[in-house]
């Protein structure tokens, strides 16, 4: 089964729907990048918290208090550990994508979902409950914020992708 | 070849990421934490984690067994707090419970700092209890005046109340009695610092001052 191009193109000689899955590539091969990026960030985390050792913050004095909070873990398992997981599921699914395996749009969409749900948590613990913010902790909300941007975009050119026409 | 490619990078992170992970927790270029020696290395552990004041790997560590209820409790706790202005870079305190029978009180003073830490302001109400310590102890109902001071810090009260009763609580409290009992102490406050008692009493800025100091001289 192969997707045909309309017989429209546009003055540069790309159908629009070749645009579009240039446009979706491209915003996937980002996504890969931030998902790295995250990942990083979150083993970095798990490890220290794994090893028992202090996290280098440079921002935020009380990173401690986030860190060695009752939050920090879900019984041994550090909740930063639950973030590289996350992470290293959105580089899978994005390089996918990115190579033309359709099936993990929906995929990468629903756990961009979550993951933002869970960052929104996590932000409010850090404001409301802890008084106190992680630099680490910061920085991993600031991609996940970018990735359900992407997310978000790539959801709604989805829905207005025009119908394909199987040959 | 391009068909499964996508697989060998996802592979090759996944490699990656793993190797990474596995050398960083094995990288030792952080000094460790100070090892308790003399007396408390022979110690059971306490309640896990414990409530850490300062940075963990601090190269002094001092740990102090108290009873939110003892005066001579109390008398320490601005002291402490001077000591940890003093040495913000060098120094953490670690609070264990030591609960003394005669004092009514204290398992429930005891109980509320636990509640409090499971909404991560144990800190908080460690130095409210002591600050406050003839209000609460003076109250006909303490467990409402505990639960008045939750109510000043913010916390949830709900919560707050029925964490006091909590098994967590309970079970980080017998941990801290465990190791109380393992290490064969007799009275509160009963000071470490790195591991050393410090017997002379009671305990002034100076008699700290002279013993993180010494604790510092040690590692140079």
Known sequence: MKEADPPFANP??????TRRRRIESCLYILAAFIALLGLSDSIYLTVQHLAGRDVDCIAFAACETVLTSSYAAIGKIPVAAFGALAYFGVFSLATLAAFGREWTRR???????????????LLYLQAF????????CLLSAALTTILAAIGLVIFFTGKNRPAVIHS | MKR??????????????TGAGIELYQNHDQPPAPVPKGKLAFGKPGAEPPHIRGRAKAPVALEE?????CLPCSLLFPVLKQAEADYSEVLSVTF?????????????????????????????????LYESRLVWLNAADTRAALTSLAAKLGLDIDRF???????????????????VTSLELDRTPSVF??????????????ILHAAIDAARGKQK
């Open chain 2, 4 to 17: 499964y490619l996508p697989y060998a990078i996802i592979l090759a992170v996944f490699l990656i990421a």
């Open chain 2, 65 to 69: 067994f108290g009873d939110f209820q």
């Open chain 2, 193 to 206: 610092i790195n591991g050393d008692p410090i017997t002379v009493r009671p305990i002034t800025i100076e």
């Open chain 2, 161 to 179: 109340q029925k964490d006091m009763d909590n098994e967590e609580v309970t079970r980080r409290l017998a941990a801290d009695m465990e190791r």
């Open chain 1, 129 to 136: 409950v802890l008084h106190a913010f992680c630099d680490f």
């Open chain 1, 107 to 121: 995929l990468f969409i629903c756990l961009v979902g979550v993951m933002m749900g869970a960052t929104c948590w």
């Open chain 2, 96 to 128: 264990r419970h030591y609960p003394l029978n005669q004092h009514t009180h204290a398992i429930d003073a005891a109980r509320a700092a636990e509640a409090a830490g499971l909404q991560g302001h144990f800190w908080e109400m460690h130095d409210s």
């Open chain 1, 12 to 17: 540069n000689g790309q159908s629009p729907i």
